[in-house]
């Protein structure tokens, strides 16, 4: 039985579990495969912490550079992560003829036009399923099962700890603070969780999905990103009592001549599949122009989750070894020269219904000022809702608004939070109902 080498860079959670599933479903892998593969090496500069799981002698190494320059690796697993070494050792494996598979989604959001011009160039294959959506297979769904479709759109969930944060504050009534806590005792947020609850981590997914949804480079830049720092348990209630819920989406929709691409707070009807994706659970929801809409749903983090997505992908590309079919579907699942630049809807330009809350003094004619002031800019208002006052200067105002332009509706902002009576910034979060748009 022919044996194919893989040489891993990383040997941290996600590295151990692929470690841990090679050994362990040895047999059934080269009963799929029709070969064996040998974890030849793993280099990681911590070779003493115990993983738990046994290595054999001779694997484990400091010698990130070694491992790429072993001529008899054939398939190298990048799972340091960022654009840093990880990115240095990538090229260099390029450049060296080896396969990658990767899970890291800054890289590939960030650096996708090197990294295609780079791969075309080598002739190797360049896999990367577990970057987005941990054991879901939406890249592979989009590469290849949705091959003949026109992607129209896709919404999803795909940072876990946003999602156990919002689904903490719904269900148990916790702030944000209080959530945030929570979620980091579970070990679903790291210690610095900004770059989960800025909404950056879903910027990057979105980037690559879109790329391939789209045959397209996507400038980070071009996505409109807010976090979920700013919302209460009020908000999850009064979205509640309207029949919504609350969630962190990336959202792309294709228009033909432009895309939009941002992540934000969305609200969406309780009897959306999307709102009922609790703790740290992803789920992607792609509509075809053939298939219509599908959901993917599942772990989009965690050891054997993410290395699960990872050995499909050395599967794949093991398999495209022994048949000697490297290259058979394109990396971004377009041909290099269709790749074109597609433009990106301006933010201002979007059209949706808007929740907004204010925090006014509570006089008289205050309400009818806020009103008049979206009446100016044409927005009209679909549900007002005013409660009364506990204890405080202010009181919350909350409207949910018809279809408005994101432009319009800004101006309208900037009238009404420079009125006298409004105690500080309105929150704002966009509401995706098919039956209002």
Same mark, same amino acid.
């Given at each position: 039985?022919?044996?194919?080498?893989?040489?891993?860079?990383?040997?941290? &959670?996600?590295?151990?579990?692929?470690?841990?599933?090679?050994?362990?479903?040895?047999?059934?892998?080269?009963?799929?495969?029709?070969?064996?593969?040998?974890?030849?090496?793993?280099?990681?500069?911590?070779?003493?912490?115990?993983?738990?799981?046994?290595?054999?002698?001779?694997?484990?190494?400091?010698?990130?550079?070694?491992?790429?320059?072993?001529?008899?690796?054939?398939?190298?697993?990048?799972?340091?992560?960022?654009?840093?070494?990880?990115?240095?050792?990538?090229?260099?494996?390029?450049?060296?003829?080896?396969?990658?598979?990767?899970?890291? +989604?800054?890289?590939?959001?960030?650096?996708?036009?090197?990294?295609?011009?780079?791969? &075309?160039?080598? +002739?190797?294959?360049?896999?990367?399923?577990?970057?987005?959506?941990?054991? /879901?297979?939406?890249?592979?769904?989009?590469?290849?099962?949705?091959?003949?479709?026109?992607?129209?759109?896709?919404?999803?969930?795909?940072?876990?700890?946003?999602?156990?944060?919002?689904?903490?504050?719904?269900?148990?009534?916790?702030?944000?603070?209080?959530?945030?806590?929570?979620?980091?005792?579970?070990?679903?947020?790291?210690?610095?969780?900004?770059?989960?609850?800025?909404?950056?981590?879903?910027?990057?997914?979105?980037?690559?999905?879109?790329?391939?949804?789209?045959?397209? #480079?996507?400038?980070?830049?071009?996505?409109?990103?807010?976090?979920?720092?700013?919302?209460? @348990?009020?908000?999850?209630?009064?979205?509640?009592?309207?029949?919504?819920?609350?969630?962190?989406?990336?959202?792309?929709?294709?228009?033909?001549?432009?895309?939009?691409?941002?992540?934000?707070?969305?609200?969406? @009807?309780?009897?959306?599949?999307?709102?009922?994706?609790?703790?740290?659970?992803?789920?992607?929801?792609?509509?075809?122009?053939?298939?219509?809409?599908?959901?993917?749903?599942?772990?989009?983090?965690? /050891?054997?989750?993410?290395?699960?997505?990872?050995?499909?992908?050395?599967?794949?590309?093991?398999?495209?070894?022994?048949?000697?079919?490297?290259?058979?579907? @394109?990396?971004?699942?377009?041909?290099?020269?269709?790749? +074109? +630049?597609?433009?990106?809807?301006?933010?201002?330009?979007?059209?949706?219904?808007?929740?907004?809350?204010?925090?006014?003094?509570?006089?008289?004619?205050?309400?009818?000022?806020?009103? #008049?002031?979206? #009446?100016?800019?044409?927005?009209?208002?679909?549900?007002?809702?005013?409660?009364?006052?506990?204890?405080?200067?202010?009181?919350?105002?909350?409207?949910? &608004?018809?279809?408005?332009?994101?432009?319009?509706?800004?101006?309208?902002?900037?009238?009404?939070?420079?009125?006298?009576?409004?105690?500080?910034?309105?929150?704002?979060?966009?509401?995706?109902?098919?039956?209002?748009?």
């Amino acid at each position: 039985m022919r044996v194919i080498n893989i040489g891993l860079l990383g040997f941290g &959670t996600v590295g151990a579990g692929v470690a841990k599933l090679l050994f362990s479903n040895k047999e059934i892998i080269s009963k799929r495969l029709g070969a064996e593969l040998n974890l030849k090496s793993i280099s990681d500069p911590d070779l003493t912490r115990d993983r738990g799981i046994i290595i054999p002698d001779g694997i484990l190494t400091n010698d990130s550079l070694g491992v790429v320059a072993d001529p008899d690796i054939d398939i190298i697993v990048e799972l340091i992560g960022g654009v840093g070494i990880a990115k240095e050792l990538v090229l260099k494996a390029i450049e060296a003829g080896k396969h990658i598979v990767t899970a890291n +989604k800054a890289l590939i959001a960030m650096y996708g036009d090197v990294l295609r011009g780079k791969i &075309t160039e080598a +002739k190797i294959d360049f896999a990367y399923e577990a970057s987005v959506g941990g054991c /879901m297979p939406v890249i592979k769904a989009l590469r290849e099962s949705l091959a003949a479709n026109r992607i129209n759109e896709i919404t999803g969930i795909l940072n876990g700890t946003c999602n156990y944060i919002l689904s903490m504050i719904t269900n148990e009534g916790l702030s944000f603070d209080m959530a945030l806590r929570q979620a980091q005792d579970a070990g679903f947020a790291e210690a610095d969780p900004s770059f989960d609850i800025e909404g950056k981590d879903t910027a990057h997914k979105l980037a690559i999905l879109a790329g391939i949804a789209y045959g397209t #480079g996507i400038d980070l830049a071009d996505i409109h990103v807010e976090g979920i720092t700013s919302i209460t @348990p009020m908000d999850i209630e009064l979205a509640r009592e309207m029949g919504y819920r609350i969630k962190l989406l990336a959202i792309t929709k294709n228009h033909g001549d432009s895309v939009e691409l941002r992540v934000h707070p969305t609200m969406i @009807p309780k009897d959306n599949i999307l709102s009922n994706v609790e703790g740290s659970l992803n789920a992607v929801s792609i509509d075809g122009d053939a298939v219509g809409n599908m959901l993917l749903y599942g772990h989009g983090a965690g /050891m054997m989750p993410t290395a699960s997505a990872i050995l499909s992908d050395v599967i794949d590309v093991a398999r495209n070894i022994l048949s000697n079919s490297i290259g058979r579907i @394109p990396t971004f699942a377009f041909q290099s020269d269709s790749m +074109k +630049k597609i433009q990106v809807l301006p933010m201002g330009e979007i059209k949706t219904c808007y929740y907004v809350r204010f925090a006014a003094l509570d006089k008289p004619g205050v309400l009818s000022r806020i009103s #008049g002031a979206l #009446g100016d800019f044409g927005i009209s208002i679909d549900w007002v809702h005013q409660r009364g006052r506990h204890h405080t200067e202010s009181v919350p105002i909350v409207m949910l &608004t018809h279809v408005a332009k994101e432009a319009d509706f800004q101006k309208a902002l900037a009238v009404i939070s420079a009125m006298p009576e409004i105690c500080q910034p309105p929150l704002l979060v966009r509401v995706e109902d098919d039956e209002l748009l």
